[in-house]
């Protein structure tokens, strides 16, 4: 299923574990058409579908870019660069080597995700090397003549996250370095999951984002914000309330998780249960606790001492 969202950009929802409006991935029109974000691998069957729904054909397709390489995101990078042989995949260059050997990754996340991983998100097929494209900070990937696609540094979510900038449109793909957003929810949640989650890092991004001007600011969970003028400046204050009460939480030995759903959990009181149960099984309490977790025991433990 895509949608039109601005001149040139449909949104494709690639049905997250069958579920409408969670994940989303983004195809740039031009000479040398590229998508953004293939989902995982478990989505694959969805994406190539809708692909071919818009007459994009195997030697179509000229780029395949990822925000960053968890599996939500990049799962799907192996497959789809099989179905698509002409194409460049692109991704910040922390995080190609996983794309080329997912041996590690794959690993990592099976301990976390459980039986979670292969019923849900799938795994993550090798990328041949050459055909892995490492983008720079400011590097832009050209679409048509009158489009490029200008690349982020965006860490803080992920130490391998990177936004790109739509010069025709002005629309910001951000990832998750934004947040989650869906819109059955309505509520704007940070995404802090370990290892990698450093505030710092996530507000200096944040305002890198906001230097930038975006007409349009589109997540991966999911699509378009409807506030794109004041969402960087929401998203930095969410954050920084999450950080406050997980900070609080810690330094009083109490439980974070816990700390952090009473202080928030109320805002979706309303929100249908099945709303709440896809927010949750895609960004819950207890792995935005673990990152802020882990988070302030590096800060900790890198802090001068007296």
């Known amino acids: 299923m895509s949608t039109t969202i601005a001149p040139g950009v449909l949104q494709i929802d690639t049905l997250l574990g069958g579920w409408e409006r969670m994940t989303a991935g983004y195809l740039l029109q031009g000479e040398s058409p590229v998508l953004v974000e293939t989902g995982s691998q478990s989505s694959v069957p969805a994406l190539l579908q809708a692909l071919a729904e818009l007459g994009v054909g195997a030697g179509d397709l000229a780029g395949v870019v990822v925000t960053h390489i968890h599996l939500d995101h990049a799962g799907g990078v192996g497959d789809v660069a099989r179905a698509f042989p002409d194409a460049t995949v692109y991704v910040h260059e922390k995080g190609a080597r996983h794309l080329a050997d997912p041996s590690r990754l794959v690993s990592s996340a099976a301990r976390v995700y459980g039986d979670l991983l292969d019923g849900l998100y799938g795994r993550l097929d090798p990328t041949p090397v050459e055909r892995i494209h490492v983008l720079l900070d400011g590097e832009e990937l050209k679409v048509s003549p009158s489009r490029t696609l200008t690349a982020v540094d965006s860490p ?135 990152g802020f977790r882990r988070w302030l025991e590096n800060r900790e433990q890198h802090s001068p001492q007296p």
């Open 156 to 290: 803080g979510h992920a130490k391998h996250h990177l936004g790109l900038h739509d010069s025709e449109t002005g629309v910001l793909f951000v990832g998750d370095a934004v947040g989650v957003r869906l819109p059955d929810v309505g509520v704007l949640r940070p995404a802090t999951p370990p290892p990698d989650f450093d505030l710092d890092q996530a507000v200096d991004s944040l305002r890198r984002f906001a230097a930038r001007r975006p007409t349009g600011v589109a997540l991966a969970h999911y699509g378009l914000v409807p506030n794109h003028e004041t969402i960087l400046q929401e998203a930095e204050e969410t954050l920084r309330r999450w950080a406050e009460v997980a900070e609080r939480a810690w330094r009083s030995g109490e439980d974070i998780a816990g700390a952090l759903d009473a202080a928030f959990g109320p805002s979706l009181t309303s929100v249908d249960p099945a709303q709440r149960e896809k927010l949750e099984t895609l960004n819950g309490i207890h792995s935005n606790a673990a």
